[in-house]
């Protein structure tokens, strides 16, 4: 049997019928939980017309979607000559282990810092690092305030937010982070390479 999605949010909403747009309610609810707003508005204005400009409430449930697992990114990174530090904030114990079990790599991680909890900890963290790599996470947006050097590897559709525009380059907020967006929906692979390409550049070394 598979596994349940995790809910990650419900969402209450009154919203026009047939006139839902990007503007709140619906930005700043869903927006804040990375979902493609489109995929909501299209759908509701569609199913809505006969209720056009009537209020309508309605309740959005959204799921937890970890479409690239750390595995994935460190498979496509492993022939790279780094120390890795671990910048994820929750329970990853076992993702690590099955990284070093299965890949050989060794990520560290300091355990007497809460990542999650200690913020000015985990910039200083993020400082002492000479590249970050990061989806579209606090993190991302730390090590650009911070200025280091780093990608940020942005979904092809769900969880695409705005702010990161839709071309690769660098960020127009970060200069410093370099943006790489997925190709096609849950295929990670051609992002991940040019990630490999961009942290060998940095360290001044190719094939």
Same mark, same amino acid.
């Given at each position: 049997?598979?596994?349940?999605?995790?809910?990650?949010?419900?969402?209450?909403? $009154? &919203?026009?019928?047939?006139?839902?747009?990007?503007?709140?309610?619906?930005?700043?609810?869903?927006?804040?939980?990375?979902?493609?707003?489109?995929? #909501?508005?299209?759908?509701?204005?569609?199913?809505?017309?006969?209720?056009?400009?009537?209020?309508?409430?309605?309740? $959005?449930? /959204?799921?937890?979607?970890?479409?690239?697992?750390?595995?994935? =990114?460190?498979?496509?990174?492993?022939?790279? +000559?780094?120390?890795? *530090?671990?910048?994820?904030?929750? +329970?990853?114990?076992? +993702?690590?282990?099955?990284?070093?079990?299965? =890949?050989? &790599?060794? &990520?560290?991680?300091?355990?007497?810092?809460?990542? #999650?909890?200690?913020?000015?900890?985990?910039?200083?963290? /993020?400082?002492?690092?000479? #590249? *970050? $790599?990061?989806?579209?996470?606090?993190?991302?947006?730390?090590?650009?305030?911070?200025?280091?050097?780093?990608?940020?590897?942005?979904? #092809?559709?769900?969880?695409?937010?705005?702010?990161?525009?839709?071309?690769?380059?660098?960020?127009?907020?970060?200069?410093?982070?370099? /943006? %790489?967006?997925?190709?096609?929906?849950?295929?990670?692979?051609?992002? /991940?390479?040019? $990630?490999?390409?961009? %942290?060998?550049?940095?360290?001044?070394?190719?094939?």
């Amino acid at each position: 049997m598979a596994e349940a999605k995790k809910v990650l949010a419900k969402v209450k909403m $009154v &919203i026009m019928g047939g006139q839902a747009t990007p503007a709140p309610p619906v930005g700043s609810s869903l927006g804040q939980h990375g979902v493609n707003m489109m995929d #909501f508005i299209n759908p509701f204005n569609e199913q809505t017309q006969d209720r056009k400009g009537q209020p309508t409430p309605v309740l $959005v449930t /959204i799921y937890e979607d970890k479409s690239m697992s750390l595995m994935e =990114l460190m498979t496509g990174l492993k022939d790279l +000559d780094v120390e890795w *530090v671990n910048l994820q904030y929750g +329970d990853v114990k076992d +993702d690590i282990a099955a990284i070093a079990a299965h =890949l050989g &790599i060794a &990520i560290r991680s300091i355990p007497e810092l809460d990542i #999650f909890h200690d913020l000015e900890g985990l910039m200083h963290l /993020i400082h002492e690092c000479d #590249f *970050v $790599v990061s989806s579209s996470n606090s993190t991302a947006h730390f090590a650009g305030a911070l200025g280091k050097s780093g990608a940020v590897i942005v979904p #092809f559709n769900k969880g695409k937010l705005w702010y990161w525009h839709m071309n690769d380059g660098p960020s127009p907020w970060y200069p410093s982070l370099n /943006i %790489i967006h997925c190709q096609a929906q849950n295929d990670w692979s051609g992002a /991940i390479s040019d $990630v490999n390409q961009l %942290i060998r550049k940095h360290l001044g070394t190719s094939h």
